[in-house]
């Protein structure tokens, strides 16, 4: 009966090393995102518009003085969509505004695979460009709006890791749903 059993313990020993080892695949951490909802921005800026209820609005930390520059923070996803805003006038003009929007997303292209650019038109006859850019960039979405004559708003989308842009694809996808959102939902103030 040993002789049995010790047969049957070196054949099941013999069996389990044939077995090749197979890794699993990376996986990445389920990301459930909410419905889209938005709220309308408070008084006191010099445009008005609608955002993401999952985001507060932040002042901008990088130039204080600019009381009309905001983050939206959306805080469960570790992003941050930078909204600056600038008057249009005989200092700063509409060419020296577009062209620097321009320069900035320009800077991203040595990183970026693509930057795909589009010209939109909001509900409310303001002229946008939108920036859609790919690979590994720190930021993946921009745009400005503008009237040309007297307003311009520029966005731009952050995230506050250094995450590979494919696992934050699902999360990329629903904050521009909101940037659009809050585009075509952007009234400027007179």
Known sequence: MKKFLFFFLIAGLLASCENTFLPKPKGYNRIDLPNHNYQA???????????????????????????????????????KVHLTYKPISNEVDFRTLSNDAFKLTAKHQIKAYGIEESVLLTPEGY??????????????????????????LRGALYFNTALKNDSLAPV?????VDMAHLMNSLKFEN
Request: proline fraction near 4%; charged fraction near 25%.
């Open 41 to 79: 921005l408070e008084e006191g800026y010099p445009y008005q518009l609608e955002y993401s209820r999952y985001s507060e609005v932040e002042p901008d930390s990088f130039n204080l003085q600019e009381k009309a520059w905001i983050n939206l923070n959306y805080k469960d996803f570790g992003a």
């Open 127 to 152: 002229t946008g460009v939108v920036a859609e850019l790919s690979g590994e960039v720190p930021t993946q979405f921009q745009f400005f709006v503008t009237d040309s004559t007297e307003h311009f």
């Open 172 to 176: 990329i996808e629903y904050i521009k």
